[in-house]
């Protein structure tokens, strides 16, 4: 096996999903500043994301539509469509 090819900060980190609430603890080696006490009264690294398994359509059998950056206003302003 090669030596030194894994990261160094790997670690103990807690993934929110910002679209359903979810969260869980997982190792990862991803930066970032934010921080969070989880459920065992620790402080963790917090790192936000917009989709994961509990809010995902392939997952979740749903259509569930998700519009965090406001794609869908920009799309009918440009095209000058009316809701």
């Not at 609430?21 to 936000?48: A, E, M, Q």
């Not at 994301?49 to 979740?60: L, M, Q, R």
């Not at 998700?66 to 809701?83: E, S």
Request: hydrophobic fraction near 30%; aromatic fraction near 14%.
């Amino acid at each position: 096996m090669k030596k030194n090819i894994h990261p160094k900060n790997y670690r103990l980190i807690i993934y929110q999903d910002t679209s359903s609430d979810y969260s869980f603890l997982t190792r990862s080696c991803v930066n970032t500043n934010d921080t969070i006490i989880w459920h065992d009264g620790k402080k963790y690294p917090l790192f936000k994301v917009e989709i994961s398994s509990k809010s995902h359509p392939f997952y979740t059998g749903e259509n569930k539509f998700i519009d965090t950056a406001g794609r869908i206003d920009k799309f009918m302003k440009k095209y000058n469509i009316k809701k």
